[in-house]
């Protein structure tokens, strides 16, 4: 199968998976070492906050789903995190091209160490493309809840402010990566980093917001 056919076929698989299964979500496992399954209850979190506030309908059960793998197509909304080593095959790089130019969404929140690794490897997936910060007043930060400073700061660790950057295909939003904020260390369980309720609830917010723009746009 020619690379036309594979996106003939992975276009076609997505419109048909994400108009019975709209609100779908799960975990990336990505090769290279990273640790991709940091924050294992944050995702869990994040989609009852979304299901008890904003009136989504999402599957509670959150998937894992590999970078080359076809099941891909069945999810609107895909979460990656970690700290380390990223790494996309050609395989990879080409199965999730055609996810996120079909009507996927892709979002890295950086769990602290990530940005090198996922910087290289997107460039494996959009060679023609770069990361461009949003501003404070893209809608993604207003979608649920009001950010009116953009993306809030959960966990501090060196005093840099936190920023957002996007990705996009033909003006939609394909990529978001949530750097230097750490919104999943907020979606977890209380008892993970004992972050006071006001915190949390900001993390869960900015979360809702994603997932509402993702369903919506």
């Not at 920023?163 to 990566?177: K, P």
Request: proline fraction near 6%; charge should be negative; aromatic fraction near 12%.
């Amino acid at each position: 199968m020619n690379n036309t056919q594979t996106y003939i076929t992975a276009l076609l698989l997505c419109l048909l998976t994400l108009g019975v299964q709209a609100q779908e979500v799960a975990v990336l496992k990505y090769k290279g070492g990273g640790d991709w399954y940091g924050n294992p209850t944050s995702l869990p979190n994040l989609v009852k906050f979304c299901n008890e506030n904003i009136n989504t309908k999402i599957n509670e059960k959150t998937e894992t789903v590999e970078t080359g793998s076809p099941d891909i197509f069945q999810y609107a909304f895909i979460h990656m995190t970690g700290h380390g080593n990223v790494f996309f095959n050609d395989e990879d790089a080409e199965n999730l091209r055609n996810y996120l130019i079909s009507g996927g969404f892709l979002h890295i929140d950086d769990n602290y160490g990530i940005k090198p690794y996922i910087t290289r490897e997107l460039k494996k997936v959009f060679p023609e493309k770069a990361f461009i910060e949003l501003p404070a007043n893209h809608p993604i930060f207003n979608s649920a809840f009001n950010f009116p400073k953009g993306l809030p700061k959960i966990h501090e660790h060196d005093g840099t402010r936190p920023q957002a950057f996007g990705i996009f295909h033909e003006s939609r939003l394909v990529v978001l990566f949530t750097f230097e904020s750490d919104l999943g260390d907020g979606w977890e369980d209380e008892i993970v980093h004992n972050d006071p309720p006001e915190v949390r609830e900001k993390a869960l917010k900015m979360g809702a917001n994603i997932i509402k723009y993702v369903f919506e746009n």
